[in-house]
């Protein structure tokens, strides 16, 4: 149980254009969803906080015109980079905290989605 | 300035030996601290957390030591396996965040 996806694993675009990222709980509900990056040999970097039905929460320097953030249901958050540039390019993992546990270590982690911005 | 350290970034430990990785931190607002062990084209998978009210959680073979006193939690893996190879993560966390350090990658060799 607790599975989280995240699709594509990889994608590489053009300079300019933008890019969806899904995060999906399969197996359990998620009021919560959290969007990191990861540069080579660093931490994660959290983003931004996601809650169902309502505004992310972007963490200070993270442009929320650019990375745009849908929690449109209970297993569902999206990640749009908009207008990508090379420096864009990155690798996005998504996290999800399960709606019956309030406990911090009941966030599952996704996959992880290499972005290429060419 | 990170507010969780790993300083080291890759530790080579020989198979059925203790692996001991160490993680700092700075903040002593938020009282929650988890280890997250992530293989390659993975996420993170939760490993074994501690709170501030103890100074040791021991799950099988993975023990957590937290000193508070010197801000710094230790995670020790005793026999080290070589499936244990892969980089770990400390993170200090509050209800609704985890701040990562920047991980340490085991490898452990026959």
């Known amino acids: 149980g607790a599975v989280v996806s995240q699709h594509p694993s990889r994608v590489i675009c053009k300079s300019g254009t933008s890019v969806k990222i899904e995060c999906r709980s399969l197996?359990?509900?998620?009021?919560?969803m959290f969007w990191y990056r990861q540069f080579p040999k660093k931490s994660l970097m959290l983003m931004a906080t996601s809650n169902e039905g309502s505004k992310a929460t972007y963490e200070q320097g993270v442009e929320k015109d650019k990375f745009l953030i849908n929690h449109a249901s209970l297993t569902l958050s999206t990640l749009t980079v908009t207008s990508a540039h090379p420096e864009d390019s990155s690798f996005y993992i998504c996290?999800?905290?399960?709606?019956?546990?309030?406990?911090?270590?009941?966030?599952?982690f996704g996959p992880g989605t290499r972005l290429t911005v060419l | 300035d990170q507010q969780v350290k790993q300083n080291s970034p890759s530790l080579s430990v020989q198979e059925g030996r203790i692996s001991i990785l160490n993680c700092d931190y700075t903040n002593s607002m938020f009282d929650y601290f988890l280890w997250y062990k992530k293989y390659p084209a993975e996420g993170p998978t939760f490993l074994i957390s501690?709170?501030?009210?103890?100074d040791k959680n021991e799950d099988g073979r993975f023990t957590v030591f937290l000193n508070k006193s010197a801000k710094h939690l230790s995670l020790h893996i005793v026999p080290s396996q070589p499936g244990d190879s892969a980089v770990y993560f400390c993170a200090q966390g509050g209800y609704n965040k985890l701040i990562f350090g920047a991980g340490t990658r085991l490898a452990v060799h026959p």
């Open positions: 996290s999800a905290r399960d709606k019956a546990s309030g406990h911090y270590n009941e966030q599952f």
């Open positions: 501690i709170s501030s009210i103890k």
């Open positions: 197996d359990f509900q998620a009021t919560t």
